[in-house]
Every structure is written in C-alpha cells, then in structure tokens.
C-alpha cells in the first residue's frame, strides 16, 4: 500500500468549533486530495494541492480551508464545524504529468462527527 | 464541470454470473477512467482503469470498455465471486486523483 495515513481516524465534535485533519505521505507525491464521502453521493472533491503552497477548490469546498507547508503534509480545517460537515473524509495522493502516472491512493478516512 | 453518472446504484447477482456497471460522463476533456472496489468501512481502492486513447483493458475476470464517441465507459465482472461484493464506483478525470466520481453501485454477489 501506498504511504498515506490520516490522522485522527475518528472525531466528534461540537457545532462551531474548529477541526483540523491531517494528511500524511510518504510517497513524495506531487498531488494530494481532500474528497468527503456521504451516502448516495459517492466522493466528493473539497480542496487539492498541485505542489506546496498550490491548492484549488474542489467541487464542494464552502466551509472548508486547506494548507499544505510541506510535500508530505496537507491539512485540511473546518473553521466553525456544522452538523452537515458530518461525514467520513478521505485524504488521497497522486503522481501525475512528466514521466510517472499513477492512480489516487486513498488514506484509511476519518470519520467526523459534529454534534 | 465533469459530471459523471452510475447505473445501476444497485445489483445483485448470483455467484458465478456477470455484472455488468455503466457510467456516462460529460466532459470531452477527460481522459483517464478508473475504477474503485471500497469494501465496508474500507478505503477505496484502485481494481482497473483505463485512458482514453485505448477502447478496452481486461485484467483477469474484470475489463473495461470506453467509448469515447458516447462519452460512457462500462465494468464488467465475469464469473462472479462473493468476494466481489463491494460498492464500486467510477470516476473520471484529467488527471488521476482529481477526478469526479459516480455515486456508487452497490453489488452483491449470492452464492
């Protein structure tokens, strides 16, 4: 398996506080992903990162801010979590362009809970 | 945007037979097609893909057919196993991770 894990792996918190997951990979991939998936809605794209300090808006970014200092690490923040923010979050990585292509490896997920 | 569609969202079969998963997708623009297995509370995980400058791709029981022309791109899982049963969905994308997704077909293989 490829060298990603998110971290934590469970979490509930409370409606209006700040949340932040992590990232972490060993592959020295250029891309990284941040998808959450819910039920009936497959996995949907929040934020990515093309390179450090390079990030864009995925399809359902509103509520949701992302950092990357370092190749490994991509952060990604819930400012004021809300109950709909509720899901599992998936971190993935990727290598493509020049002269590697690879597929997206996902990390193991987090599952946020917002009470 | 790429939007992409998954039919059946379920599908149940009986050990042994084919299941057979279509998507469509919208953007001409796309040119890398995989395809995810995620099993109960698992990761999605990476099971054949295909690009768009070839028309199938076979790796044991499963293949994929794309039709560019059409924009649909189709799995197929000859002689099914209980093992098979996962939700599985496609994706599309012009690069390999940032890519849109189908919502899923459950699949369920009886023995």
């Known amino acids: 398996d490829a060298g990603i894990t998110q971290s934590p792996r469970h979490k509930v918190t409370e409606t209006g506080t700040p949340v932040t997951l992590r990232c972490h990979q060993t592959?020295?991939?250029?891309?990284m992903y941040w998808y959450r998936q819910d039920p009936g809605h497959g996995l949907r794209l929040i934020h990515y990162?093309?390179?450090?300090?390079?990030?864009d808006k995925g399809e359902v970014s509103d509520g949701y801010s992302v950092s990357r200092s370092k190749t490994e690490d991509f952060l990604l923040t819930l400012e004021s979590a809300t109950s709909s923010q509720t899901s599992v979050y998936f971190c993935?990585?990727?290598?493509?362009?020049?002269?590697?292509?690879?597929?997206?490896?996902f990390g193991q997920g987090t599952r946020l809970t917002v009470v | 945007g790429e939007n992409v569609e998954q039919h059946p969202s379920t599908l149940s079969v009986q050990e042994g037979d084919s299941a057979v998963i279509k998507c469509t997708y919208s953007?001409?623009?796309?040119?890398?097609f995989p395809w995810y297995k995620q099993e109960l509370g698992k990761r999605p995980q990476l099971i054949i893909d295909?690009?768009?400058?070839?028309g199938e791709k076979k790796d044991q029981r499963i293949a994929v057919t794309l039709n560019k022309t059409a924009k649909h791109f189709s799995l197929h899982i000859t002689e099914t196993q209980p093992e098979d049963s996962a939700v599985y969905f496609c994706?599309?994308?012009?690069?390999?991770?940032?890519?849109?997704f189908g919502d899923g077909t459950t699949l369920t293989v009886k023995p």
């Open positions: 953007d001409s623009a796309s040119n890398y």
């Open positions: 993935a990585i990727s290598e493509w362009g020049g002269q590697t292509n690879t597929e997206a490896f």
């Open positions: 990162s093309y390179g450090v300090k390079d990030t």
């Open positions: 295909i690009r768009s400058n070839v």
């Open positions: 592959e020295n991939h250029r891309y």
């Open positions: 994706a599309a994308s012009v690069n390999a991770g940032k890519s849109t």
